[in-house]
Every structure is written in structure tokens, then in C-alpha cells.
């Protein structure tokens, strides 16, 4: 099949194809080393999830897919390991769709037929890299334009698909805060009147897309009030 297609496949699976997150509590199966893998596996791996595709299984014997996956280069030691990330109950689907993982990611797959209660034994393993977020706001100011008003101008956006900008807002070095989401990839400004005098305030802009997708933060500017 055409990488067109499918990527139209997984456009349309992204709703309710597999769940990607651990799946815990269910059937742990037996290995049979008779039962078939799935051969070779297709990827059309985007920034926050990842499809694939492959041939239909013609053995009647098996009755569905387990998909197991794990990040190798991961600081969780847990995700190191295979975890059940997803169940295809049907042996005629040829397309699955993991929503559940981070851009520029390395993850490996494991896609094992099953049967009652067995699988196969070695399954067919994918190594996918997920691609990069979105690159940051390139351009960020901090004015103070009264005694208690401080006014936040940014470079817009270059990409189309962002379509607002999350503010967040540090106090005398603390932790970074949501301060506020301002809407419309061209609009370039925020005015922070939550300020108080004898503070320094430290400000980013994170970029985020149509979808949800959040791009790398931006410099940070700083000032004193």
C-alpha cells in the first residue's frame, strides 16, 4: 500500500485505535513458537503518535494482535521494559495507531499474534523514531511599559499549524507557571499586570498546534520591576 494511503488510514484511525498507554490485568498468554508473526511492518511515525500497517494474517488459528512497546533510552527504568500498549481483536486489521508518545523518541514495538491464550513466540519487533516538536518562538521581549505593568512582545510563529501561544512565568527564580494562553498564531503580545515592584520576573513562550502539539520554549527574558 502507499505511504498516501497510509497515512489517510492513520488520519482516520487516530480516534479510537489501540489505547498506548500500559495495559494492565489481562490474560498473560503462553508462547507458541507454531504460531506466525506478522512479517514486515510499515511506519509512518509523526511527532506524537505513530501508525503502522502491515499484510493480513491468513492463518485461522490466530485471533488477534498484541502490541507491546518500550523506550530503550528512557530515564524510567519501567519503560526500558515491554509493556501491552495495545489489543487488536481481529485478525483481518491491518492498521494500528499509537497516540501515546513524545516527539523525538525512540521507541521499539512488538507486534505478537495471538491465539486462546498463546501468542507468538518471537512476535515482529519495529524500531521507530518519532519526529521533532515544533521549533521554539524565536524572538521574545519583556517591557516594562508602567510601575506595575509589564508587556510581553514575540516573533510570530512561522509554522501554519500553530494556532496559540502558552505564557509561563517565572518569580525570583522559582518554578515556571501557566500565566496565560493567548489565541491566533499572529498575535504577538500579552500584557502581565499581575506584577508587584521589588520582583524579577522571568518569561517563555511555548508554541502550541491545532492538535495539541507543543513546541520547544522560547528564550527566556527577564526584568525587574
Not at 86 to 107: L, M, W
Not at 147 to 154: N, S
Not at 166 to 185: D, H, M, P, Y
Amino acid at each position: 500500500m502507499k505511504r498516501s494511503i497510509l497515512l489517510l488510514w492513520v488520519l482516520a484511525l487516530l480516534t479510537f485505535s489501540g489505547c498506548g498507554s500500559a495495559i494492565k490485568g489481562l490474560t498473560v498468554y503462553e508462547k507458541d513458537p507454531t504460531l506466525p508473526t506478522l512479517g514486515a511492518v510499515r511506519t509512518l511515525p509523526f511527532a506524537t503518535s505513530v501508525g503502522f500497517e502491515w499484510n493480513t494474517i491468513k492463518d485461522t488459528r490466530i485471533r488477534g494482535i498484541n502490541v507491546y512497546r518500550k523506550a530503550p533510552d528512557s530515564a524510567d527504568p519501567e519503560a526500558r521494559e515491554y509493556k501491552r500498549v495495545g489489543i487488536i481483536s481481529n485478525r483481518y486489521a491491518t492498521h494500528f495507531v499509537d497516540t501515546h508518545v513524545r516527539p523525538d523518541r525512540r521507541y521499539i514495538y512488538k507486534f505478537a499474534p495471538f491465539s486462546f491464550g498463546k501468542e507468538s513466540a518471537r512476535g515482529t519487533s519495529v524500531s521507530v523514531h518519532t519526529k521533532p516538536t515544533f521549533a521554539a518562538v524565536t524572538f521574545l521581549k519583556a517591557y516594562k511599559v508602567a510601575p506595575d505593568v509589564i508587556k510581553l512582545l514575540w516573533r510570530p510563529h512561522l509554522d501554519s499549524r500553530i494556532n496559540s501561544y502558552i505564557i509561563e512565568r517565572s518569580v525570583n527564580g522559582g518554578k515556571w507557571t501557566f500565566l496565560a494562553q493567548v489565541e491566533g498564531v499572529l498575535m504577538a503580545e500579552y500584557i502581565d499586570t499581575l506584577v508587584r515592584r521589588g520582583n524579577t520576573y522571568a518569561y517563555r513562550i511555548v508554541a502550541k498546534s491545532y492538535d495539541g502539539i507543543k513546541a520547544k520554549p522560547s528564550q527566556v527574558s527577564r526584568i525587574s520591576l
